[in-house]
Nanobody, 122 residues
Framework: VQLQASGGGLVQAGDSLRLSCAASGRTFSPVNMGWFRQAPGKEREFVAA????????YYADSVKGRFTISRDNAKNMVYLQMNSLKPEDTAVYLC????????????????WGQGTQVTVSS
């Protein structure tokens, strides 16, 4: 399985962006899909996750109410709609898949895509 993230860019505070993550491979049936981000000099942090079968969603407190994660099982796609962007949202955003079940929606991701840069100017 390979993951390809896209959709990043340079925007102003208050703007919106939609990130996409395309999964390729013979069979793709993860437990969860997640978005993470890493800002320069900071640890990678969890942003949002969605269960592949039931579509349950989970969010970091910092993005709750502003970001929405969704998936299209038929297309093997995951999206992150980001509204009301803030300068502190600036980071490289990575999508990840958890293909083996483990408890917790923020950990256990074993397939990672390359990141897409999101820069929010004030």
């Amino acid at each position: 399985v390979q993951l390809q993230a896209s959709g990043g860019g340079l925007v102003q505070a208050g703007d919106s962006l939609r990130l996409s993550c395309a999964a390729s491979g013979r069979t793709f049936s993860p437990v969860n899909m997640g978005w993470f981000r890493q800002a320069p000099g900071k640890e990678r942090e969890f942003v949002a996750a969605i269960t592949w079968s039931g579509g349950l969603t989970y969010y970091a407190d910092s993005v709750k109410g502003r970001f929405t994660i969704s998936r299209d099982n038929a297309k093997n796609m995951v999206y992150l709609q980001m509204n009301s962007l803030k300068p502190e949202d600036t980071a490289v955003y990575l999508c990840a898949a958890k293909t083996v079940y483990s408890r917790g929606y923020q950990i256990g991701y074993n397939v990672w895509g390359q990141g897409t840069q999101v820069t929010v100017s004030s």
